[in-house]
């Protein structure tokens, strides 16, 4: 389990031990969400500068930093196969990122800023918003081999 916290701290968890794992504190901004990959392998935190940063989780290495977002990012989550990573923003929009390249992928628009949840389905084919009042929102996950390789070819990345 990883948490984050306005100390601008991150603790990872062992929840099988009852002990920290790892713990982080040289985050740069305050920290509103904290999550791990489902492979344990990375951990994405969401702060009040406006950026996403991908660590490593054993080390704490940062290892990408993702930008776009015009408010606080208040929610982050990856996808079932942690290819993709979507973070919600106090600027009323979801952003989607793939995680490997960084790259940025979608803007999905028509999140309430007050989102309490965002993530995605269990079979990574929907993105899921749900606000304070629990009002639901819900996107189709495109085809995103296509929309990568187009997106890497716009970068020059090809």
């Known amino acids: 389990l ?3 916290s306005d100390d601008r701290t991150v603790v990872i968890w062992d929840l099988y031990e009852d002990m920290k ?3 982080f504190d040289s985050e740069s901004a305050n920290v509103y969400s904290s999550k791990l990959s489902p492979d344990g392998k ?10 996403v940063v991908i660590k490593d989780a054993k080390s704490g290495t ?7 977002h015009l408010y606080d990012v208040n929610l982050v ?3 079932p196969d942690g290819k993709y990573l979507v ?3 106090w600027d009323g929009i979801v952003k989607v990122w793939d995680v490997e390249s960084g790259l940025y992928l979608q803007t999905l628009k028509g999140n ?3 989102s309490k949840f965002v993530g995605f389905t269990s079979d990574g084919r929907k993105i899921i918003s749900e606000d304070k009042y629990g009002e639901v929102l819900q996107w189709d996950f495109p085809p995103l081999d296509e929309l990568i390789e187009k997106t890497k070819k716009w970068a020059g990345m090809k």
């Open 77 to 79: 989550s990856f996808s």
């Open 62 to 68: 940062i290892l990408k930093t993702l930008e776009g």
């Open 21 to 23: 794992y790892s713990y």
């Open 2 to 4: 990883a948490s984050g």
């Open 42 to 51: 990375y951990l994405a935190s969401g702060s009040d500068d406006h950026t």
């Open 112 to 114: 309430p800023p007050s």
């Open 87 to 89: 973070g919600s923003s």
